[in-house]
Each structure stands twice: as C-alpha cells, then as structure tokens.
Nanobody
Framework: QVQLVESGGGSVQPGGSLRLSCAASTSVFSIYTMGWYRQAPGKQRELVAT???????NYADSVKGRFTISRDNAKNTAYLQMNRLKPEDTAVYYC???????????WGQGTQVTVSS
C-alpha cells in the first residue's frame, strides 16, 4: 500500500502561480508513473499531467505551456508547477501513482485549488 499526500493547494488570483507537491510512502518510487488529475464541481475527473519514472511527460492540452510536472526520485515526491492560472483551473487536484507492469494504482486525498479575483 502506498500513501500519497498532496500539499500546496490554496487560493490565488488569475495569472498567479501555485506549486503542488505529492509525497509518496514507497521505497521504489522510481517505478511508479506519477500523475496529477483534477475534478471541478459537477465535472468528471480529468488528466492534467503525467511523468514516468524516467521523466517522460504528458500534458492535457488545456495546461500545456502553463503547467510543469516534475519529480525528485530521491525525495519520493512529484510536483506540479502551475503558472498563469485561470479561473477554469479551479478544482480539487489529485495525485496518482501507477506501478509499472502491474498497473496497481493509488490516489491521494486531493487538494483544493481556487483561482478567483
């Protein structure tokens, strides 16, 4: 069982920035593909970005050029740097870990991001 703990959410004005962190309780962090998803009120959960253990990234079109996913395998932590935030980025952001080969999946508890003037 892997525990994922997100932090860094909050409220920010449009155009602002936030950095989310996701700390994983595993000694084999590098074999997990890490991802960030979000769910706005009344909407389905959607992919924001993913990063493999080797650093290959993938982004939703809506965040390309504004968000950056990264990871520090030595610290068992994944990050999501969010710049030029828009009101439509408002959502609960969830960290996700998918183990290679087995595809066993874990989710964090979520952290609220609110973008409003």
């Amino acid at each position: 069982q892997v525990q994922l703990v997100e932090s860094g959410g909050g409220s920010v004005q449009p155009g602002g920035s936030l950095r989310l962190s996701c700390a994983a309780s595993t000694s084999v962090f590098s074999i997990y593909t890490m991802g960030w998803y979000r769910q706005a009120p009344g909407k389905q959960r959607e992919l924001v970005a993913t990063i493999t253990g080797g650093g290959r990234t993938n982004y939703a079109d809506s965040v390309k050029g504004r968000f950056t996913i990264s990871r520090d395998n030595a610290k068992n932590t994944a990050y999501l740097q969010m710049n030029r935030l828009k009101p439509e980025d408002t959502a609960v952001y969830y960290c996700n870990a998918v183990r290679e080969l087995t595809a066993v999946t874990y989710w964090g508890q979520g952290t609220q991001v609110t973008v409003s003037s």
